[in-house]
């Protein structure tokens, strides 16, 4: 069993930063892909980033590509997701999950998720 704990969101202005965090408990964290989902009210939960252990494979949605950093810390247990250049549209409720297979964009291939982070972005 893995158990993950999202922390750092918050309301921000356009074009500030943030970085989420995901802390794992339970089974060997290195092991497992990472990756990232956002949600808003009425709309499906979306991909925003994926990596494997070893960050040697690494996705991310075209709307976040260049803005946002997905990363980890074995040491700590702990994934992140910088955000940069945030913008109205970055609004959403923030999910870490973990897969024990490939990462990948589809919510069905995690095992585990998070309970979610809030990140308003106001202009």
């Known amino acids: 069993q893995v158990r993950l704990v999202e922390s750092g969101g918050g309301l921000v202005q356009a074009g500030d930063s943030l970085r989420l965090s995901c802390a794992a408990s339970?089974?060997?964290?290195?092991?497992?892909?990472m990756g990232w989902f956002r949600q808003t009210p009425g709309k499906e939960r979306g991909f925003v980033a994926a990596?494997?252990?070893?960050?040697?494979?690494?996705y991310y949605a075209d709307s976040v590509k260049g803005r946002f950093t997905i990363s980890g810390d074995d040491a700590k247990n702990t994934e992140y997701l910088q955000m940069n250049s945030l913008k109205r549209e970055d609004t959403a409720v923030y999910y870490c999950?973990?897969?024990?297979?490939?990462?990948?964009?589809?919510?069905?291939?995690?095992?585990?998720w998070g309970q979610g982070t809030q990140v308003t972005v106001s202009s």
């Open positions: 999950a973990a897969s024990s297979s490939r990462p990948s964009p589809t919510l069905s291939s995690y095992d585990y």
């Open positions: 339970g089974r060997t964290f290195s092991s497992y892909s």
């Open positions: 990596k494997n252990w070893n960050s040697w494979i690494i």
